[in-house]
Nanobody, 125 residues
Framework: VQLQASGGGLVQPGESLTLSCAASGFTLNRPAIGWFREAPGKEREAVSCLSTNNDITYYPDFVKGRFTISRDKSKNTVYLQMNNLRPEDTAVYYC???????????????????WGQGTLVTVSS
């Protein structure tokens, strides 16, 4: 199982950014997959999860309406579209999954077992 995240960078408050996560070693048609982040001095937290067997998504309140998780089956890739970014969104973002978990809600709350490398998102003026 490999998860290759990319797309991080430096943006100004209010701007948008899209992260990509290319999955290999498994197919995105059953396990839930999600994005998590870790900000300096803070614990790692879930920002969005997707059930790949029924496209049910889960978002915590602090990103609802701003972040969107999606999947491209043909590319076996998951995306995180982030709009209206805030300085507090600054963090290292990780793509992660649990091959034995199909529920997006459960993945976001119980945590993943397989992690990709992170990509840094910095929101600053």
């Amino acid at each position: 199982v490999q998860l290759q995240a990319s797309g991080g960078g430096l943006v100004q408050p209010g701007e948008s950014l899209t992260l990509s996560c290319a999955a290999s070693g498994f197919t995105l048609n059953r396990p839930a997959i999600g994005w998590f982040r870790e900000a300096p001095g803070k614990e790692r937290e879930a920002v969005s999860c997707l059930s790949t067997n029924n496209d049910i998504t889960y978002y915590p309140d602090f990103v609802k309406g701003r972040f969107t998780i999606s999947r491209d089956k043909s590319k076996n890739t998951v995306y995180l579209q982030m709009n209206n970014l805030r300085p507090e969104d600054t963090a290292v973002y990780y793509c992660a999954t649990d091959l034995g978990q199909a529920s997006s809600y459960a993945l976001c709350h119980r945590g993943p077992k397989e992690w990709g490398q992170g990509t840094l998102v910095t929101v600053s003026s």
